[in-house]
């Protein structure tokens, strides 16, 4: 694959034990791009999420990323918070996890805290209510009611993020994602249980946020119709391993995708073949 | 006796099925209480003067407490059924629904001014005037573990460690340096806040039991290093001749350049009692306007987002390890100027006086007060601190009545006195979000 990454994963394993969740993955995400990685259940999909977002430590392997302006990091030597503070990698996760009890502007008010850290003078100076934190807290204020425009929440911004419907839970999920104004974003399932409405919903907000921030995007997805709308590149995992990457048109057609799926899913090798027609 | 007679005709107003059930159920709880009562209250036994066993009879006593039991059953089942199910949605008109809000939101200004105003209006009574200042120290107590267990949801069992350090360096300071009071009221609560950070490391990675186990060793330790590490601490003897606080250098004492000839009026201990009043009150009002304002910044919001969900957290790049030291600081902070606070007005302070009693004790104002909630806790302290005091009259039975009301305040408010969580930040208007969102944290 030629051009400009801004991910690369390199000879990615992970073992747990005995069992190889993940055995010697490569592949690229390219920037401002929409990368999808898809696969049977099982196939290892989440655990490489989760290598790439410093939940888990590969075994071994690496995980390079590049920022716009050439700085390389090395994903796979950082660990939590530090992925998403320095390296500029947000996710969501295949289960919502909001804070249900916060409101959603608090939501992504919390999503903020790092660079609100900063402008409150690491909280002395927010204690003393210095003018400059209060510009900082407007800002971040119109960060967020920007997001909830987008995600069409503004008129709920003040209703506990736990009582909106589960398809507004998901874009909010997203939104705060890029509220902490992400390099690469990183998202588990976008499109689980939502019906057709929300999934073409999601589908113009995920292209709108290529488009408008420039963030590449890298997504786990099951649902094919939004994986083959909206991805610029898929790369298909089974077992731990890939066994075919492309553009979804050429993904479409490849036998070995056909049947990994038909051997792990029918239902799902139907539906990848019926998506594209 | 009077209660069985009237209930059983009560009872019969009821539904057919339901009055049966009652009675059934009744008369169970009488059967039981027979079968426990019959040895324990039926037949009384001694030893005699030879040391034979002596017993006598006392089923008139007994046939009380059947009846009482009968009765009780009853009673209870009746308002149960008045109350109707324990999570029914009560209907209330819009009216009341706005008195009781308004009523709300004045209970705080309300509470405000009248803590102002208590050295005003008992000035001669000086029972009332020392309780006020127990209440407001629970009530710092509270504020104070309030960030810790309330707002980042770590369960600390052993918050009066920092209480004993804080007491204990300000007594040490004043009475090996001569320190006064307004300087060592800082200094104990930065050592506080240092002991908490020390406290911190070792439980960062412990959640829910663990993490509570951990610091219920910690206050556990710290009270005995107190008792053992006698040439510093007095052992079990205590520090005693503890300085009291001056009004900028000048003592509230009879003396020529105490406060009282300086201003040319009598002198009066009762002075002193108010001056201790006033130093309490401010410290508990810096404690809450210290965390109101804390909840509105982004350290705050962490705090919260943690005991939300720790994963998001990481996922959103928040440090939880510098997250969760600061609210121990931050909380032992509070707890060690309570404890400088403590030991000024005492005079004398001994490791007695920092057992897991008042741990539990301030953890439960927070838990009662609803986590989180600063009114609730001010609440909580005055109902713990006052109603004990309330009961002292029941002489034995105090306990058992304070803990009987602790249980019903609990079924009847799960989530403590308030029992919602109140936005730190709107965009059209504050809306309470309801306790059933909110988490407990775990860890």
Request: glycine share 10%.
């Amino acid at each position: 694959m030629s051009g400009d990454p801004i991910l690369c994963v390199d000879r990615l394993s992970m073992r747990f034990g005995g069992i190889v969740a993940v055995n010697d993955l490569s592949f690229d995400a390219e920037r401002r791009k929409i990368t999808a990685l898809i696969g049977p259940n099982g196939a290892g999909k989440t655990t490489v999420f989760n290598c790439i977002t410093g939940f888990y430590k590969p075994t071994s392997g690496a995980i390079g990323l590049t920022h716009d302006d050439g700085r390389a990091i090395r994903l796979e030597r950082l660990n939590d918070f530090r992925i998403a503070k320095l390296a500029k990698v947000a996710r969501t996760f295949q289960n919502i996890r909001l804070f249900p009890g916060m409101t959603a502007l608090e939501n992504l008010m919390v999503a903020q805290h790092n660079a609100l850290m900063r402008a409150s003078g690491l909280t002395f100076l927010g204690l003393i209510g210095a003018p400059s934190w209060h510009h900082a807290e407007q800002a971040a204020i119109d960060l967020a009611r920007i997001w909830l425009d987008r995600i069409g929440l503004l008129d709920r911004a003040d209703d506990a993020a736990g009582n909106l419907p589960y398809g507004d839970q998901r874009r909010l999920e997203i939104a705060r994602a890029m509220c902490t104004q992400p390099a690469l974003l990183c998202l588990d399932e976008p499109a689980a249980g939502l019906n057709a409405r929300e999934s073409a919903a999601l589908s113009e907000l995920l292209l709108s946020i290529r488009a408008d921030q420039g963030t590449s995007i890298l997504l786990i997805e099951h649902d094919m119709s939004v994986v083959m709308q909206i991805s610029d590149h898929v790369v298909v995992m089974d077992h731990g391993i890939k066994i075919a990457e492309g553009t979804p048109r050429q993904i479409r057609d490849d036998p070995k995708v056909i049947a990994a799926y038909l051997g792990a899913d029918e239902e799902e090798a139907i539906a990848v073949m019926e998506s594209g027609t | 006796m009077g209660r069985s007679v009237s209930a059983p005709p009560a009872a019969q107003t009821s539904r057919a099925p339901g009055a049966a059930f009652i009675l059934k159920k009744a008369l169970i709880s009488a059967f039981v209480a027979l079968v426990l009562f019959s040895l324990m209250i039926g037949v009384r036994t001694e030893a005699g003067p030879q040391g034979q066993l002596v017993y006598w009879t006392r089923f008139d006593d007994l046939a009380v407490m059947v009846a009482a039991v009968f009765g009780g059953s009853i009673l209870v089942e009746l308002l149960r059924r008045w109350w109707g199910p324990v999570d029914a949605v009560r209907v209330v008109p819009p009216s009341v629904q706005s008195a009781l809000s308004l009523a709300g939101r004045l209970v705080a200004p309300a509470l405000l001014v009248f803590t102002f105003l208590v050295p005003v209006l008992f000035y001669n009574e000086r029972y009332i005037l020392d309780l006020a200042i127990l209440v407001l120290t629970y009530v710092m107590l509270g504020w104070g573990l309030n960030v810790v267990v309330g707002l980042a949801g770590l369960l600390d069992l052993g918050y009066v460690a920092f209480y004993a350090v804080g007491a204990y360096s300000y007594a040490l300071l004043a009475t090996n340096f001569g320190l006064s009071f307004w300087i060592c009221l800082p200094l104990a609560g930065i050592l506080a806040a240092f002991w908490g950070v020390l406290l911190g490391f070792p439980v960062l990675r412990l959640r829910g039991d663990y993490l509570a186990i951990v610091t219920l060793a910690f206050g556990e330790i710290i009270r005995l290093v107190l008792i053992n590490w006698q040439t510093l601490t007095g052992g079990p003897n205590g520090v005693t001749g503890i300085p009291r606080p001056t009004l900028f250098g000048i003592p509230l004492t009879p003396a020529d350049d105490g406060l009282a000839a300086l201003l040319g009026i009598e002198f009066s201990p009762t002075h002193r009692i108010v001056f201790l009043f006033y130093i309490i009150l401010a410290l508990a009002l810096l404690t809450n306007w210290v965390t109101i304002r804390l909840r509105r910044l982004p350290l705050g919001r962490a705090w919260e987002a943690l005991r939300e969900d720790e994963v998001a957290c990481r996922a959103l790049g928040i440090n939880t390890t510098t997250t969760k030291l600061t609210a121990f600081a931050t909380g032992a902070l509070f707890g060690g100027l309570a404890g400088a606070f403590f030991a000024t007005r005492q005079g004398f302070i001994s490791p007695e006086s920092f057992t897991f009693h008042e741990s539990a004790l301030v953890l439960a104002i927070v838990v009662l007060g609803g986590m989180g909630s600063q009114l609730g806790v001010a609440l909580a302290a005055l109902t713990m601190i006052g109603g004990f005091e309330l009961f002292r009259g029941l002489d034995q039975y105090r306990m058992l009545v304070f803990g009987m009301a602790m249980v019903l305040l609990m079924i009847w408010r799960p989530r403590g006195l308030v029992g919602h969580r109140a936005p730190t930040v709107f965009l059209k208007h504050s809306q309470a979000i309801s306790s059933d969102l909110v988490k407990e944290g775990h860890g």
